[in-house]
């Protein structure tokens, strides 16, 4: 919502001008200008999530990581909890990783700092 509420006023002005309204002027403003606000949402939550997922598997689950990470608690085996640890870090990570991916290739026409470095580079 706040990437939404964070588009450029001229910039939908330049819309109007030009005859965008309704769903033209979502398309092709509010989208495009919402998108990395979007991005910088999904990867927030998707920490966020991962964080409920382990609490909700420790809580009270018979499979799984979180299962698993307190399995090893109680039967006293450090390897399988430094394992689990491991494994929630990747998959973690990994996650994270492919959002950046996606949303590097759908912001690709954005113009940023790491793309001036790029240019730099050529």
Do not use: C, N
């Amino acid at each position: 919502m706040s990437g939404i509420q964070g588009v450029d006023r001229r910039l939908l002005e330049v819309g109007w001008v030009h005859g965008y309204q309704g769903w033209r002027l979502i398309r092709h403003f509010f989208l495009p200008a919402a998108l990395p606000s979007f991005f910088v949402g999904l990867r927030s939550g998707l920490g966020l999530g991962w964080m409920f997922v382990v609490a909700a598997e420790i809580m009270g689950a018979s499979k799984g990581l979180g299962f698993l990470l307190t399995d090893g608690q109680t039967t006293g085996r450090p390897a399988i909890i430094i394992a689990s640890i491991l494994l929630f870090a990747l998959l973690g990570k990994l996650t994270d990783y492919l959002l950046e991916l996606a949303g590097r290739r759908i912001l690709r026409w954005q113009d940023s700092y790491e793309s001036l470095e790029r240019r730099k580079a050529l």
